[in-house]
């Protein structure tokens, strides 16, 4: 995504202030990764709500980093997979109590590592597991039914998707 990309889906969808002429954002942004192999998609656990405790791997954007080494920093930090973007799938966003959340989602590659339970020793809300579960089974691990089957059908409809429902996954 180019910067002016960038810069016009934080100005459409983020709480903006002007201060002196500068315009100041107040959202935040979350990379995640779909690493698909063999069938079975990457999630980590991790408590998300009272219902939900697997997700996508993925985190926060760093001050200075490029989506896609956002992305691949945040897999291999939870995983211990290294991996590589191939694509863009889905932006969304969610309001959220204080800010807006802008949600990236890329389609990854592995390009080497091996699967590991992170260091979870700065973490608040520690990783438990991590590994790949059958698209079959998602729904059995906390995920809608929508999301289970743009999985099955490798995600068709690429894009920004509005709020996160849109793609079946909730905050």
């Known amino acids: 995504m180019c910067a ?14 002007s201060e002196g002429g500068a ?3 107040n959202f935040q942004v979350r990379v995640t990764g779909v690493l698909l192999e063999e069938g079975s998609l990457l999630l ?12 996508l791997p993925g985190g926060r954007l760093e001050q ?3 989506l896609g080494q956002g992305v691949c920093r945040e897999i291999e930090e939870e995983t211990g997979l290294q991996v590589q973007v191939q694509k863009l799938l889905y932006v969304c966003d969610a309001e959220q109590s204080q ?12 390009t080497g590592g091996a699967l590991r339970l992170p260091d979870n020793s700065k973490d608040e809300n520690p990783i438990s597991d ?15 039914e929508r999301f289970a089957k743009l ?19 909730g905050l």
């Open 4 to 17: 002016r990309t960038a810069r016009c889906l934080a100005v459409a969808w983020c709480n903006c202030e």
């Open 23 to 25: 315009v100041s954002y």
């Open 44 to 55: 980590v656990k991790q408590r998300l709500s009272d219902n939900r405790g697997w997700s």
């Open 64 to 66: 200075g980093e490029t």
């Open 99 to 110: 800010h807006t959340l802008l949600h990236v989602t890329f389609l990854l590659e592995r």
């Open 130 to 144: 991590v590994r790949f579960v059958p698209v079959e089974d998602l729904e059995a691990y906390g995920f809608s």
């Open 151 to 169: 999985a099955r059908e490798g995600f068709p409809g690429r894009g920004y998707a509005g709020d996160k429902q849109a793609i079946g996954l």
